[in-house]
């Protein structure tokens, strides 16, 4: 079983930035990690997600003002957000593959057997 647990969602407003985080306590590494969001009344959309070998998959609608990393302490992932819309108002969950070697943006992948799923936290982007 692999626990996931976000932290650093907020509100701020249109231009500003917010840094997310994700972390895992699982005793292995675990090769795929990526955030998603959802808002009411909307499927959810594949934000980006990133290989612990480095290769990252990232959302047309996110390129170029989010960023994707995996952070320095094992089974953590960060997304950094900058340039907010208002648009980008959503829950943001935190989702992770295990036994892969690739990671993509699309929820299946992360719907199996072998995917897991946090809790979410919320960002609020304010025009």
């Known amino acids: 079983q692999v626990h996931l647990v976000e932290s650093g969602g907020g509100s701020v407003q249109a231009g500003g930035s917010l840094s997310l985080s994700c972390t895992s306590s699982h005793s292995y590494n675990i090769p795929c990690m990526g955030w998603f969001r959802q808002s009411p009344g909307k499927e959810r959309e594949g934000v980006a997600a990133?290989?612990?070998?480095?290769?990252?998959s990232i959302a047309d609608s996110v390129r170029g003002r989010f960023a994707v990393s995996r952070g320095k302490i094992q089974n953590t992932v960060n997304l950094q957000m900058n340039n907010l819309e208002p648009e980008d108002t959503a829950r943001y969950i935190c989702a992770a593959v295990l036994h892969t070697r690739v990671c993509t943006i699309a929820s299946a992948q992360y719907e199996s057997n072998y995917g897991y799923w946090g809790q979410g936290t919320q960002v609020t982007v304010s025009s």
């Open positions: 990133i290989h612990s070998d480095g290769t990252i």
